[in-house]
């Protein structure tokens, strides 16, 4: 697909079937984008669309974002809810320089900015930040890590990062980098180079279901 210069071709990489359920709009809509378009900055009007330059390369990590790690959990869990998916590289770092929950750029290639390569292991990613209202509803009860062993135990995640809101970053890369990290104690849970990566976790998520595959 070429990059989107019109309305026409944004709307037709809109329609993009990633997985099952899932299609390439489904991460597009940016808070960022919709509420400062328009602005201006130093007088400047600002435009800002979010939209990756590289719609192929956007288009095939996120089917393995998807039906990888995205479909499974629907699947056992029930319906989850994006909360931020691919961001443009203009999006992505006009919300680090406000200050509006965006890392750098360059810890975003490879994660939300899907269609450029991570600036370290020069490796394709794509990253999504999720809520999974089965998790979220038990979380006073239960604690994060719960879903972090789960998930560390089922599926091919790259990268975890858990907020204290009961969202979190999952992410798949061509190489998995398996580590798990938290804005609330324990910052990092596991790593490759830590003695609990390895193994079976089982007795850390009691009551959860096991994996089941999509439909």
């Known amino acids: 697909m070429k990059a989107v210069t019109s309305y026409d071709q944004l709307d037709k990489l ?3 079937r990633l997985s099952q359920n899932f299609y390439m709009r489904d991460f597009l809509f940016s808070e960022i984008a919709a509420w400062h378009a328009g602005s201006t900055v130093d007088g400047t009007f600002l435009q800002l669309r979010n939209v990756p330059d590289r719609p192929d390369v956007a288009i095939e990590t996120g089917k393995q974002l998807c039906n ?3 479909e499974p959990l629907q699947a056992t869990f029930g319906r989850i809810n994006i909360r931020s998916g691919y961001r ?9 320089s406000k200050g509006l929950n965006c890392g750098s750029n360059e ?3 490879g994660a939300h900015i899907w269609d450029y390569p991570d600036a370290a292991r020069k490796e394709l990613g794509a990253m999504a930040c999720i809520i999974v209202p089965w998790q979220h509803d038990r979380l006073r ?3 994060w890590t719960e879903m972090a062993w789960w998930i560390h135990d089922h599926l091919p995640y790259s990268t975890l990062q858990f907020f204290a809101s009961g969202a979190f970053n999952i992410g798949w890369q061509v190489t998995p980098q398996r580590v798990i990290r938290s804005t609330v104690a324990p910052q990092k849970l596991t790593a490759p180079d830590m003695p609990n990566h390895g193994g079976l976790h089982t007795s850390e998520y009691p009551g959860y279901p096991e994996l089941r595959s999509p439909a």
């Open 68 to 70: 990888l790690l995205l």
């Open 14 to 16: 809109g329609r993009v």
């Open 88 to 96: 443009s590289p203009a999006v992505n770092a006009f919300g680090n």
């Open 107 to 109: 810890s975003n290639f």
């Open 141 to 143: 009860a239960h604690p």
